[in-house]
């Protein structure tokens, strides 16, 4: 799946839900995705969270397949800045 397809997917996971901070996924070599807001882009920027793991990852965890808690405790994803900000993600992936 393109980083684009993936961003899409995102954008109508937002799109509504309320979420208002902006999070940074680093995804390595294959890029990042970032949502700020109700908007999503594939434009690297800052972000009050950064959260860094790979697109295989990213993928089992924006299908379910993947526990985030169990992720962050196996070392798969990193949280840089506000936890909080991540943890309020789960609302929306």
């Known amino acids: ?3 684009d397809a ?4 995102i954008r109508e996971r937002v799109a509504g839900s309320g979420f208002d901070k902006s999070v940074k996924f680093d995804l390595g070599d294959d890029g990042v995705i970032v949502i700020d807001g109700q908007s999503v882009s594939t434009e690297d920027s800052g972000a ?5 793991m790979s697109k295989d990852d990213f993928l ?4 379910g397949d ?5 992720a962050f405790m196996q070392g798969k994803l990193k949280v ?9 993600l789960s609302q929306v992936l």
């Open 48 to 52: 009050d969270c950064t959260i860094t």
């Open 60 to 63: 089992a965890l924006t299908s």
């Open 6 to 9: 993936i961003a899409e997917k």
């Open 66 to 70: 993947l526990n985030p808690t169990m």
């Open 1 to 3: 799946m393109s980083l």
């Open 80 to 88: 840089e800045g506000d936890m909080s900000i991540a943890m309020q």
